[in-house]
């Protein structure tokens, strides 16, 4: 039996997606990441390099596909908001992989499709059955075993990561609803098109409302942006072609089955996290003491789980 047309494309946008997401956190830690903490403007540096990249992007759509544009106000308006929320969603997740090891973080965002049933069910009335709520707080269990972190021999939550990923998720479905209503109310090549527009505008509000994100910008492509530019233009091809087979996913089958495609994927980035620790430390920080890996396990394994049957009685 064939496998539908929107889960190939799914299946091949999140492998991308897994090579970009430690793409990501290579360049931040190479060339975007400041000895200072608190001056760390690493992420919304990463955000302007590629907001002009997604100009490229939206760009070629033009170019390409300016006969099945849409114009009309409406939808511009409601694919630059997609957009909008695309762009602070992904500015948060550079936020959070910025702060702790990828193993934590990637997995909560198995919290999407319930905030995609939740927001169906407060704009469309759908009824949350009794075995979804157990599942989306299986999925929160997990979300807070794995974001218990050692301090002087003590675990703490981290509070903080998790509201920033909690709110990665709900602006993901957020965008993913509305990128949908415009493409198919619309077409595909318009909910694109002004999706990486809003995508743009965020970057530029950056650049030119924030002066630390623009000095943090200035500062870092100064020196050796040759190499930084080249290695962030292979970055951008990994994320933009991502972005835009998922969006195709999302358009041709059920969001919340597209998602489901993610629900192994934090077993895959929690292996190849151990593995990239090994062989790059410099890059990927991984805390493998015996008591940590036994809390990320068991938190990757619920999330799993949860994930696994939210999807089977949705």
């Not at 494309?9 to 903490?37: P, W």
């Not at 033009?62 to 969603?89: D, K, Q, V």
């Not at 021999?153 to 609803?177: E, K, P, Q, W, Y």
């Not at 195709?248 to 089955?257: D, N, Q, R, S």
Request: contains cysteine; proline residues 2%; hydrophobic residues 55%.
């Amino acid at each position: 039996m064939l496998l539908p047309e929107w889960s190939v494309v799914g299946l091949v946008a999140v492998s991308i997606g897994v090579a970009g997401t430690f793409f990501d956190k290579y360049l931040l830690e190479k060339y975007f990441n400041s000895e200072d903490e608190a001056d760390d403007g690493g992420p919304g540096a990463l955000m302007i390099f590629s907001s002009y990249f997604a100009s490229i992007v939206a760009l070629a759509i033009f170019l390409f596909y300016h006969s099945r544009i849409e114009f009309a106000l409406g939808t511009g308006m409601a694919g630059l908001f997609a957009g909008a929320l695309f762009a602070i969603w992904v500015f948060l997740y550079l936020e959070a992989i910025n702060r702790v090891e990828l193993s934590r973080v990637v997995p909560l965002l198995q919290t999407i499709p319930a905030f995609s049933l939740l927001i169906a069910f407060v704009t469309l009335g759908e009824i949350l059955t009794l075995e979804q709520v157990l599942a989306m707080l299986g999925l929160i269990l997990g979300a807070i075993v794995l974001l218990y972190t050692k301090e002087e021999n003590c675990f703490r939550l981290d509070g903080t990561t998790l509201c920033i990923m909690l709110g990665v998720s709900l602006l993901t479905a957020l965008s993913d609803t509305i990128f949908k209503a415009v493409a198919l109310t619309s077409n595909y090549a318009s909910a694109a098109f002004w999706s990486w527009c809003g995508f743009v505008l965020f970057g530029i509000s950056l650049y030119l409302f924030s002066s630390h994100y623009r000095s943090q910008f200035e500062l870092l492509t100064r020196e050796r942006f040759g190499e930084k530019f080249t290695l962030n233009s292979l970055n951008e091809i990994f994320d933009n072609l991502h972005e835009l087979l998922f969006f195709l996913a999302i358009t041709l089958g059920p969001i919340a089955l597209v998602h489901s495609i993610n629900a192994y994927e934090p077993i895959l980035v929690l292996v190849v996290g151990f593995l990239m620790a090994a062989l790059a430390p410099r890059y990927f920080k991984e805390d493998n003491s015996g008591s940590v890996v036994i809390y990320k396990i068991f938190g990757v394994l619920v999330i799993t789980v949860a994930s696994v049957y939210l999807y089977s009685v949705t």
